[in-house]
């Protein structure tokens, strides 16, 4: 089967249209997480979401929307700390993803058997997205998408002078706190596609990747994107025609194009 026929089927449509969806939020939000230095949030609310995970499994709830909640729940923990105590961020988060991490280790050891659901959030599956999956991704990364074109301005400003965003009226307090959530929500999201261990690729590379070509922020915004929607579709093929993981595929296709990038400056240097 050939890949325009593979893409009609409903699981493969259903992957390529929570794809797209989060290759859109996942880059855009990320060029301001390259601007600030915060690759590591990422990572850590990730990691973090594992005790979320636990609590669903063990609840019954759903551990989607359990991570969702812890993940968010961290963000503002690390928010309070960082505004409160003389740690730097990078500190904080170390020791609250480790803490909430092994919290959920801890949580899951207590249901035996195999968990098939924590392997998907570990190392991403996003050939089983459901239905309701979709919508749940589709509503958050709608709003989130809104909600960043609307403040990009403020976003910028805070990530490349705060002191100066604070001088020309921005509430910087109150949209640091906007600027966690939001990162955190989004991270969770990107687990269903990339999974723990691999969701912050799609948040750094994609920017970082854009960042070497682009003349401009706006320039690096909508090649952020563009690269990000590039590597779903290439890792979703690829994977699917060599039968290989999917969230490594998509990870390795980012990165795949991040290093043409480095060549293609190079090759301007001379």
């Known amino acids: 089967m050939d890949i325009f026929t593979a893409f009609q089927l409903p699981f493969l449509q259903k992957a390529l249209f929570a794809g797209l969806a989060l290759g859109l939020i996942l880059p855009f939000l990320g060029v301001f997480v390259t601007l ?11 990691h973090a979401s594992l005790a979320g995970v636990a609590l669903g499994v063990l609840s019954g709830a759903d551990p989607f929307l359990s991570a969702v909640g812890v993940g968010i729940l961290v963000g503002i923990v690390i928010y309070l700390l960082e505004h409160k105590t003389i740690l730097a961020p990078d500190a904080l988060i170390g020791v609250l993803f480790t803490t909430a991490f092994s919290v959920g280790l801890v949580l899951l050891s207590l249901q ?46 805070l990530a490349l002078d705060k002191e100066s965003a604070w ?17 955190s929500v989004t991270i969770v999201l990107g687990i269903k596609l990339l999974g723990i261990i691999l969701v912050s690729a799609l948040l750094v590379i994609p920017p970082s990747t854009a ?6 922020l706006r320039g690096m915004i909508l090649g952020s994107i563009v690269g990000g929607e590039l590597a779903v579709i290439t890792g979703l093929a690829v994977s699917y025609l060599l039968d290989f993981p999917t969230g490594a595929v998509i990870v390795l296709s980012a990165a795949a194009f991040f290093f043409c990038a480095i060549l293609v400056r190079a090759c301007k240097t001379f």
């Open 36 to 46: 600030r230095n915060m690759s590591f949030f990422g990572d850590g609310v990730a």
């Open 112 to 157: 035996r058997g195999y968990q098939p659901e924590l392997m998907s959030f570990l190392f991403g599956n996003i050939l089983t997205i459901n239905s309701y999956d979709l919508l749940v991704i589709t509503i958050f990364s709608g709003l989130i998408f809104v909600i960043l074109a609307f403040t990009r301005r403020q976003l910028t400003m």
């Open 167 to 183: 001088l020309s009226g921005i509430r910087t307090g109150l949209f640091d706190f906007f600027f966690y959530i939001i990162l």
């Open 211 to 216: 960042k070497l070509l682009a003349r401009s």
